[in-house]
Nanobody, 124 residues
Framework: HLVQTGGGLGLPGGSLSITCVAS????????MGWFRQAPGREREFVAA????????YYADSVKGRFAVSRDYAKNTVYLQMNSLKPEDTAVYFC???????????????????WGQGTQVTVSS
């Protein structure tokens, strides 16, 4: 249901982006999130955008550097990553969480659909 493209190898201080295309009925009914998992670590929240695009959420570690956005016409969510750091190296996953009252977009178990994962490596 979610297909990711983008990512790859980036330089410290550089930029990368990841795209996630959703084949979901009523894309606008889902909050979309990004998580990442580094080797030997648990999956962690990175960023999310709610179903109306009125609210975005970011982990402290990426705030001010990463930006999440969505295009309803293309059923697509984007993660723009700027000012990359080596500690951003991880496999990145997009997820879709059906909108409901009390939804916590930072919780992994709220998401019913996941992309296949995209490797992002930041190294000089």
């Amino acid at each position: 249901h979610l297909v990711q493209t983008g990512g790859g190898l980036g330089l410290p201080g550089g930029s990368l982006s990841i795209t996630c295309v959703a084949s979901l009925r009523r894309f606008s009914s889902y909050a979309m999130g990004w998580f990442r998992q580094a080797p030997g670590r648990e999956r962690e929240f990175v960023a999310a955008i709610d179903w109306s695009s009125e609210e975005t959420y970011y982990a402290d570690s990426v705030k001010g550097r990463f930006a999440v956005s969505r295009d309803y016409a293309k059923n697509t969510v984007y993660l723009q990553m700027n000012s990359l750091k080596p500690e951003d190296t991880a496999v990145y996953f997009c997820g879709a969480a059906l909108a409901r009252m009390g939804l916590d977009v930072e919780k992994e178990n709220e998401y019913g659909y996941w992309g296949q994962g995209t490797q992002v490596t930041v190294s000089s």
